[in-house]
């Protein structure tokens, strides 16, 4: 069986900083919220965020929960991430003052 390299979607960089900026973190903050703080850095974010690298799919499915969308708006170029952000606004507002609760503090 060969490799074959995959698709990358186009403007999944820049749907994953919207889900960012839409949640009112840095990178940083981002990746305490995803729970990645031993697996991921502020670093890796940036090159998901400039189309650099992709994000392995456990990883997609955290931002897009996080954001309360489905995974399929983060990796479809022809599906819109803000529209899907106004959809449900009321989940995504929970999920995400759950999960800022759930976060270490800063020391």
Same mark, same amino acid.
């Given at each position: 069986? +060969?490799?074959?390299?995959?698709? %990358?979607?186009?403007? *999944?960089?820049?749907?994953?900083?919207? /889900?960012?900026?839409?949640?009112? $973190?840095?990178?940083?903050?981002? /990746? &305490?919220? *995803?729970?990645?703080?031993?697996?991921?850095? #502020?670093?890796? /974010?940036?090159?998901?965020?400039?189309?650099?690298?992709?994000?392995?799919?456990? $990883?997609?499915?955290?931002?897009? &929960? @996080?954001?309360? $969308?489905? /995974?399929? %708006? *983060?990796?479809?170029?022809?599906?819109?991430? @803000?529209? @899907?952000?106004? +959809?449900? #606004?009321? #989940?995504?507002?929970?999920?995400?003052?759950?999960?800022?609760? @759930?976060?270490?503090? !800063? !020391?």
């Amino acid at each position: 069986m +060969g490799r074959n390299s995959r698709e %990358v979607p186009a403007h *999944l960089g820049e749907k994953l900083t919207q /889900v960012r900026k839409q949640l009112g $973190v840095s990178q940083e903050g981002l /990746v &305490r919220l *995803l729970g990645l703080s031993r697996k991921l850095t #502020r670093n890796e /974010v940036s090159k998901y965020e400039r189309g650099i690298r992709e994000p392995a799919l456990s $990883v997609l499915l955290k931002y897009a &929960r @996080a954001a309360g $969308v489905n /995974v399929e %708006v *983060l990796m479809d170029d022809d599906l819109d991430l @803000a529209l @899907a952000f106004h +959809g449900d #606004r009321t #989940r995504a507002k929970r999920q995400l003052n759950s999960a800022k609760k @759930a976060m270490p503090k !800063k !020391k």
